[in-house]
């Protein structure tokens, strides 16, 4: 994309002179983040990158110091008790608090803070003589906040939840006064910041609503205790706890350095800490109790007092070397605050001038502000993008394309429905209705009846840069923008506008959602519409060839490459041999070509008559497995278990030979393990809802993949018609764009996508049965030949074949090619059966259709 002038660095800087620190960041991205190796990492909301040297030196501190058991008396044990403690004490300065003040509660994470709190607060029941709790909380809120109320409505608790402005249009004076003498608790708890869309809300707030000048404290009188999410905000801004003194204050470490995982904190003030009542009490936290006799005394000290067990105290000594590395890179959060303040505004404000050739905006950016200052607007960008009709853009499609250009974004509704309702203008029928079409949170179904679900959103840390930004846009421009890009030029003068954020001016610019379409650009017609009938849709069909099997493919090693066959043995999980082995990395996890695409570069070779697997690939020596074990299984031959798509799968490793030879090509230590033998994985979905089970191996659906070369080949005319197209896009002939889909079977003799239609499919003398259409991720979109990504097949095929699909009477966007196919082997029958290239098809039409 060619951006307007004031969009290079050098402008940048001169608008936003609090970009970076003390050090160059691309000497810091060099020397503490080199594992991201051309990775535009852009979810630092979910979880942020830790530096090299925090590991280091962490490891070196537990490699030099023995760190014992805390609750012991030894010098080891000592150790890790000063320790831990002078950990305590770096959180609380690092909120501006003290010990007086505050107390740490080591936990899990933000989650486990919370459900503490839920589980300690003394909740009163509404009877005839007294008022009971409410739980309150505003909608804009995290799940695992939201979640309190599985427990309080079994306490008879009043539910209230509250929209932001019912909080910031109703303070009252003098509402304190009133019921003065009621000491009925009551809870509210609100987010810091939006984990959805970085909204910051006043920390006045906690003040407000404790002095019950704020809804609904106002209306309700009692003792209100104000819980603080503070999860989302102190990944890049500074918190204050002297200027907002929350009760209850909820945090993740990972949000803030990326390591330890796994390890959170409550901070709880000490003058309410005495009104909480825990019920269970573990190792460490009693002073006294009797094993006969209902008799316990817990410990004076709070932290103790609710840290059930052992906690996890090398990952809090960790914390010290956190704090360390933070503050020497970057010199403390209102240094990370600008910086990454500085690279949302300057996305924001691209993303949001960004227009088609025909003058429609390209983005709908989900903000109630323009990103006027840091104090209201973390570093979080909650968008969709809008084809040039105005129609929304999938987010799955958005994050598959991103994917393919090494791009990291987070999809969906981030654990914050009432924010994604609130922005989509999603009422609570439509969520009900989205959950019955098949929709649930974490799923790729972000289409329902052409509303979206979901967003995509981009969220900025420390170590982000400006050519973060630049590939990010770019990204957009390449796959989503219809050309020629126009810019709004008004809205982009803003960026040009240098901003003192110590007085905090407004910048006046309009909100995208209010912009009008520019009708003085002429329209351009789209390069990339729906695909559709044509005079030439006829000279897609075939050319009078007889329906039949053009091709067999097997792929003995998932995510590997092709083993094209003529003539093939039919198994009971499919074709002899396919997808029977895999490739894991160190941790056993499957590899697949959405994280590795040089795995198409091995070529693995099934030989029948020496019972030999072999594995190729260039520039290194061939090596063998064997197919079959003819006896029992060696005590070396290790049984692991592993994953496929959600399943549980029993494996056998292949040995150390095949490992080396992996590790070798791939860079990272990897091991080749297949399927036990033993182990039956039974299809978890069958069509019609029937009850006969389908033995998989380690395929992801079905035992087939077929497609239809006629499909193919109009895909290819639409690749060759699109604007633009460049020549790595015109290489792409017939069999490479075959080969991009990975298919197990080849048919020609029928017209384009009819096979979307068939119920079942005759192949010889052999039926099998449809599963479904195959739904198609950003694994296309990897050259089978070279391993390198283009993007081009996955535009056009969401082009062409973004299509309704309906489910449970509600029509779902999906990107589909293909379908699977299931076949009932016959363990008993006679003739062992094979399919070959040349067979006659006879597809089978499904009339529900």
């Known amino acids: 994309m060619d951006f307007p002038t004031l969009c290079t660095f050098e402008s940048f800087k001169k608008v936003w002179s609090r970009y970076g620190y003390s050090r160059d960041l691309r000497d810091l991205i060099a020397q503490e983040f080199t594992r991201l190796k051309g990775i535009t990492y852009l979810d ?13 030196d962490f490891c070196q501190d537990i490699s030099r110091n023995v760190y014992g058991n805390p609750h012991s008396r030894s010098p080891s044990s000592r150790l890790t008790h000063d320790t831990v403690e002078r950990v305590r004490y770096r959180v609380l300065q690092h909120f501006n608090t003290t010990p007086e003040e505050y107390s740490v509660i080591f936990v899990s994470g933000c989650t486990e803070a919370l459900k503490l709190v839920a589980l300690s607060f003394p909740w009163r029941s509404r009877t005839a003589g007294q008022a009971g709790s409410h739980f309150s909380y505003l909608t804009d809120n995290h799940t695992s906040v939201i979640g309190i109320r599985g427990l309080t409505s079994e306490q008879g608790v009043a539910l209230l939840p509250v929209s932001p402005h019912e909080v910031e249009n109703t303070a009252k004076e003098g509402a304190s006064g009133r019921g003065r003498g009621c000491q009925t ?26 002095a019950r000048r704020l809804y609904p404290a106002c209306d309700h009188p009692g003792r209100w205790f104000v819980l603080l999410d503070a999860a989302s905000l102190v990944s890049c801004s500074p918190l204050d706890l002297q200027e907002c003194p929350a009760d209850f204050i909820p945090i993740s470490f990972y949000k803030m350095f990326g390591f330890p995982t ?12 005495a009104i909480l009542k825990k019920a269970y009490f573990g190792g460490g936290t009693a002073a006294a109790y009797l094993a006969g006799e209902d008799y316990y005394v817990q410990t004076a000290n709070i932290s103790d007092r609710f840290e059930d067990g052992t906690i996890s105290f090398l990952d809090i000594i960790a914390l010290n070397h956190s704090f360390d590395a933070l503050y020497k890179i970057t010199g403390g959060m209102d240094n990370i605050q600008l910086h990454t303040f500085g690279l949302a505004r300057y996305t924001y404000t691209v993303l949001s001038s960004l227009c088609h050739g025909n003058g429609r905006p390209v983005a709908q ?16 960008l909650n968008f969709n993008l809008m084809d040039c009709h105005g129609q929304m853009i999938g987010y799955s499609q958005v994050d598959k394309l991103a994917s393919l250009y090494d791009i990291h974004v987070r999809t969906g509704c981030f654990c914050n429905t009432g924010a994604c ?59 989503f923008v219809e050309k020629p890009v126009k810019v709004n030029q008004d809205r982009m003068q803003k960026l040009n506008q240098t901003q003192n954020f110590n007085q905090d001016p407004p910048i006046k610019v309009t909100n995208r959602t209010t912009d009008q379409v520019d009708e003085r650009h002429n329209p351009v017609v789209p390069s990339w519409s729906a695909c559709g009938g044509s005079e030439e849709d006829e000279d897609a069909r075939n050319h009078g060839e007889a329906n039949t099997l053009t091709n067999i493919y097997i792929y003995p090693i998932k995510s590997c ?67 079959e074990n003819n006896t029992q299984l060696h005590t070396s031959q290790e049984l692991c278990q592993s994953r496929i ?28 393990i297949r399927q036990s033998p033993h182990f039956i994985r039974d299809m978890k979905r069958k069509p019609d809802g029937g009850a006969t089970s ?156």
Request: with cysteine; charged share 20%; net charge negative.
């Open 44 to 56: 630092h909301a979910a979880a942020t990158l830790y530096p090299e040297s925090l590991v280091r």
């Open 185 to 210: 608790p009551h809870l509210f708890c609100y987010p810091a910041q939006s984990n959805f869309s970085g909204r910051k809300y006043p920390l006045s707030h906690v003040k407000g609503i404790q």
């Open 262 to 273: 796994g390890l959170g904190a409550l901070l709880i003030r000490n003058d309410t800490a």
């Open 365 to 380: 950016i989900y903000t109630e502000g323009q990103f006027e200052s840091p104090n209201t607007q973390g570093a979080i």
């Open 421 to 479: 309702q609130f922005f989509l203008g999603m009422t609570n029928q439509q969520v009900k209705r989205n959950l019955q079409a098949g929709h649930v949170c974490g799923d790729s179904i972000d289409l329902v009846d052409g509303q979206p679900t979901g967003s995509v959103r981009v969220s900025f840390g420390y170590m982000s840069t400006f050519e973060d930004c630049q590939k990010f846009l770019s990204f957009v421009v390449d796959c």
């Open 561 to 627: 490459g092709a083993f094209e066959v003529h003539d093939w043995p039919v198994g009971p999980l499919g074709l002899l041999y396919d997808r029977g082995w895999m490739v894991v990395n160190g941790n056993g996890v499957c590899l697949s070509q959405k994280r590795e695409p040089r795995l198409c570069l091995i070529h693995p070779q099934v030989r029948l008559d020496s019972n030999k697997l072999l594995l190729q690939t260039p520039g290194m020596d061939t090596i063998s497995v064997p197919l």
């Open 645 to 672: 798509c959600g399943d549980r799968v029993q494996t056998v490793d292949c040995g150390d030979e095949a490992a080396a030879w992996l590790s070798e090509f791939l860079g990272e230590p990897c091991r080749l």
């Open 694 to 849: 389908t033995a998989l191996s380690l395929v992801n659906e079905a035992q087939y993949l077929m497609i239809n070369r006629t499909s193919v080949e109009f895909i290819q005319k639409h690749m060759s018609s699109r604007e633009e197209c460049s020549n790595d896009h015109q290489l792409l002939d017939t069999d490479k764009l075959i080969s991009r889909f990975r298919a197990n079977l080849v048919v020609t003799g029928v017209e384009p996508f009819d096979e979307d239609n068939w119920s079942d499919l005759i192949v010889g003398n052999t039926r099998f049965q449809v599963a479904g259409r195959c739904e198609r991720c950003q694994m296309i979109g990897v050259d089978q030949g070279t391993g390198r990504k283009t993007k081009e097949l996955l535009l056009s095929l969401s082009a062409c074949r973004t299509g309704k699909v309906s489910q449970n009477d509600y029509c779902c966007t999906k990107v589909t090619f293909g379908v699977y196919l299931n076949h009932h082997f016959q363990e008993n029958s006679f003739e062992a059966m094979t399919l070959s290239v040349g067979s006659v098809i006879q597809p089978v039409a499904d009339n529900s259709c």
